[in-house]
């Protein structure tokens, strides 16, 4: 068998399109961070109303939400919103809004856990003093629970970066995609997919090495608070 002779040069001449595929797979792994934020909070303050169907309906919602594959979630959201409800997003939107509804059932799960990790008695002690349920969230619980959310926070995006690669499927013109045509034209996948695989291995090891330093810091601050 012949030596594989690896081409630099394909890398070279498609590096600008590489590129601005890559600024649109940080883009869109961005905005569905966003939104799994909101829906994350959204649902996490339901799982604590005092209305049980609240309870049921959000605890329900975010089981769904973690079980669904993100690839059947896309095409349902860009596909079938548009077959039967006549919905149309486009390819980014939908791809934004895939990733916001699997990161956004996972952040639900984690705001839960940095909410209820606080100790009930700071909430009561606030109730005492005055404070009214929102007040109470908003200025005794949450900063707390920050220092216990962001860590897990930052390890959520770095899946939601990973799962960003998959949006190709619908169009979206990210590295992935550049690297698919690029390598139909040159018959040179191993090179296209290499250089994305090794880029996406420096963002998530960057982006882990930052959530584990920013542990670290949290932590430290904890004890010697």
């Not at 013109?173 to 550049?178: E, G, L, R, S, W």
């Not at 963002?203 to 330093?213: D, I, Y």
């Amino acid at each position: 068998m012949d030596k594989y002779d690896f081409s630099w040069r394909i890398i070279q001449e498609n590096l600008p399109e590489l590129i601005n595929g890559l600024i649109i797979t940080l883009q869109i792994s961005v905005a569905g961070m966003a939104f799994a934020l909101l829906f994350g909070l959204f649902f996490a303050t339901l799982r604590f109303s005092q209305y049980r169907i609240l309870n049921i309906v959000s605890n329900s919602i975010v089981q769904v939400g973690r079980s669904l594959p993100l690839f059947v979630l896309l095409f349902w959201i860009y596909y079938g919103l548009s077959l039967k409800f006549k919905i149309n997003f486009t390819d980014f939107q939908a791809g934004a809004l895939a990733l916001g509804i699997t990161g956004g059932a996972y952040m639900a799960e984690v705001f839960r856990g940095g909410i209820t990790a606080i100790d009930k008695g700071q909430s009561d002690a606030a109730f005492a003093i005055g404070l009214n349920r929102m007040q109470t969230s908003r200025l005794i619980v949450l900063p707390q629970a920050i220092r216990i959310i962001l860590p897990q926070t930052v390890n959520i995006y770095v899946g939601l970066l990973k799962g960003a690669t998959i949006v190709s499927v619908i169009g979206v013109a990210d590295m992935i995609y550049v690297a698919q045509y690029v390598s139909l034209e040159t018959f040179r996948p191993f090179e296209l997919y290499s250089f994305a695989g090794v880029v996406f291995i420096a963002l998530t090891l960057s982006v882990a090495s930052f959530a584990w330093l920013l542990e670290r810091q949290l932590s430290g601050k904890s004890r010697r608070g």
